[in-house]
């Protein structure tokens, strides 16, 4: 059974950089694209942008970020990260990872989020 | 981007009720909809793609339909579990956006 677990800092200053990591277990990151979507409180989900496990040459981001998103692989270490810099209090939110999958049904690919982690909320607060 | 609609934005029902929940897309997606459930405190689950099918281990009283622009995601007897809120999500292209979503509560 796949399992992700997200950690890093759960409070960060206005304008600095929010950093958090993804660990997968019980399956190789490999083969796989993986994603970040976040959640502020009471609201509903937004994409963050994914990566391809071959790298930062494969990856895709929400343009609501405005390139403050970089998301990162590191197979070695069944890991991936998200960096998000100049943070308001506006990126205030429960950030989840996910396993962002492909499958071919009548000959589509259709991609969907199948694994989560339990999601980390992070306070942008002076 | 693609924006994705939800109605109703919260409902209130019985259990053994018959819900039905729409979402409803702001260009033809053909059938790139995925649906998932969330309960509160915890990562939303995946339950259906490709409008209508069923992920592994979802009960069969969920039922998805659908293509186009509209489509919709159906619970034939809710179940004192089902109660949570539920998104789709567009998967045509990227951003992947999600709706709004629709609370499901216990009337």
């Known amino acids: 059974q796949v399992q992700l677990q997200e950690s890093g800092p759960g409070l960060v200053k206005p304008s600095e950089t929010l950093s958090l990591t993804c660990t997968v277990s019980?399956?190789?990151?490999?083969?796989?694209?993986w994603t970040w979507i976040r959640q502020p409180p009471g609201k509903g989900l937004e994409w963050i942008g994914y990566i391809y496990y071959s790298g930062s040459t494969s990856t895709s981001y929400n343009p609501s970020f405005k390139s403050r998103v970089t998301i990162a692989v590191d197979t070695s270490k069944n890991q991936f990260s998200l960096k998000v810099i100049s943070v308001t209090a506006a990126d205030t939110a429960v950030y989840y990872c996910?396993?962002?999958?492909?499958?071919?049904?009548?000959?589509?690919?259709?991609?969907?989020?199948?694994?989560w982690g339990q999601g980390t909320l992070v306070t942008v607060s002076s | 981007d693609i924006q994705v609609t939800q109605s109703p934005s919260s409902l209130s029902a019985s259990v053994g009720d018959r819900v039905t929940i729409t979402c409803r897309a702001h260009?033809?997606?053909?059938?790139?909809l995925n649906w998932y459930q969330q309960k509160p405190g915890k990562a939303p689950k995946f339950l259906i793609y490709?409008?209508?099918n069923l992920q592994g281990g979802v009960p069969s009283r969920f039922s998805g339909s659908g293509s186009g622009t509209d489509f919709a995601l159906t619970i034939s007897s809710l179940q004192p579990e089902d109660f949570a809120t539920y998104y789709c999500?567009?998967?045509?292209?990227?951003?992947?956006?999600f709706g709004q979503g629709t609370r499901v509560e216990i009337k």
């Open positions: 996910a396993r962002d999958a492909k499958t071919t049904y009548s000959n589509n690919y259709y991609r969907f989020f199948d694994y």
């Open positions: 999500q567009q998967s045509y292209t990227t951003p992947w956006t």
């Open positions: 260009q033809g997606i053909i059938n790139y």
């Open positions: 490709a409008a209508s």
């Open positions: 019980g399956g190789s990151i490999s083969n796989y694209y």
